[in-house]
């Protein structure tokens, strides 16, 4: 048996600048961070020759093939798997369009596990890039390459996406202080609305790929995520609510559907009762709403935000990791 635990992410500054109709023409770059919240996969020999699937639902099937989780069935296929195996997993954030990237951090849980259970080794780049293979080029997921390689690193990063498909991964040096600050100063918020964010970056995708101006703001936003980087490194998060602030207005800007009338006032009650920035996490539209206040701040914030659900989170400075193997 083996037991893969994989984080999910927050993505701070530069979400969008991971999908090709972007990356692809110029680097694109965010600052995003894993946390404490899990995706664990669960992969054990079975008694005969079929395959078991434990998900939302169950399957069992007698080939590769049958699989209807799609994530699984290709996964499986990429790596030439046949029958034999029980997978299971277990989330401990709802797995469906809350902005922490749950599908690709599922996925490379599952490519760490079953690559272990067949006695094999993979780096995180193996793991993020396999996983962007998967998700982006088999199943035509409309989606950039962030979410992959968050989770199979960890910890807090700018990465960075070149025109040639590559990926550098460079963690933001600064003091544990900085970090720490930083962490208490952040407040997340569940808005209970889920949707498609595969639905959302295509939209994205479209609109960058036609519009000069939305290349343009894409690019600001670029921008804005080096001045992160550079800021946490002059140890100054200070500096960090405001620059949040700056990428939610541009963000905001690319298409209709990343935010609406309620998820603005949201956030204009946010900012009232001492939020200095903060976004939507994610493709945008619901999911969790993370804002930045000194903490003094964040009980004044949840009050003026009574509908909202505080779900406490802390950085997580590992990736993907085997926590179990027998």
Not at 61 to 86: A, D, F, K
Not at 263 to 281: M, N, S, V
């Amino acid at each position: 048996m083996i037991i893969s635990r994989t984080p999910l992410r927050m993505s701070l500054v530069g979400g969008g600048s991971d999908l090709p109709a972007f990356y692809r023409h110029q680097r694109g770059a965010i600052v995003s961070t894993a946390i404490n919240k899990y995706v664990y996969v669960t992969v054990s020999k079975k008694f005969d020759n079929g395959i078991r699937v434990a998900y939302s639902k169950n399957e069992e099937v007698g080939l590769v093939s049958e699989i209807e989780h799609r994530l699984v069935r290709t996964t499986m296929e990429y790596l030439g798997l046949s029958g034999g195996v029980e997978i299971t997993t277990i989330a401990d954030i709802p797995s469906n369009g809350t902005g922490l990237g749950s599908s690709s951090t599922f996925t490379v849980g599952l490519l760490h596990a079953l690559n272990a259970f067949n006695g094999r080794y993979v780096s995180a780049e193996r793991l993020g890039a396999d996983a962007c293979t998967i998700e982006i080029d088999l199943c035509g997921e409309p989606i950039g390459k962030q979410d992959q390689y968050a989770a199979a690193y960890g910890g807090f990063n700018l990465i960075e996406f070149l025109p040639d498909e590559s990926v550098i991964v460079e963690p933001v040096i600064c003091l544990p202080s900085t970090l720490a600050e930083l962490q208490r100063n952040i407040l997340v918020l569940y808005t209970g609305i889920t949707r498609s964010a595969s639905t959302l970056l295509a939209e994205q995708s479209a609109a960058v790929a036609t519009s000069e101006g939305k290349h343009t703001t894409l690019a600001t936003m670029v921008r804005l995520a080096y001045v992160l980087r550079d800021e946490l490194q002059n140890n100054n998060p200070d500096a960090v609510g405001e620059i949040l602030h700056d990428n939610w207005m541009l963000k905001k800007s690319l298409t209709s559907g990343i935010s609406t009338p309620t998820i603005d006032a949201w956030y204009d009650a946010a900012r009232r009762a001492g939020a200095t920035g903060g976004k939507i996490l994610g493709a945008g539209a619901g999911g969790f709403l993370m804002l930045y206040a000194k903490p003094e701040r964040h009980e004044a914030i949840k009050a003026a935000l009574p509908d909202l659900r505080h779900i406490p989170m802390a950085f997580e400075p590992l990736g993907s990791r085997i926590i179990f193997c027998h």
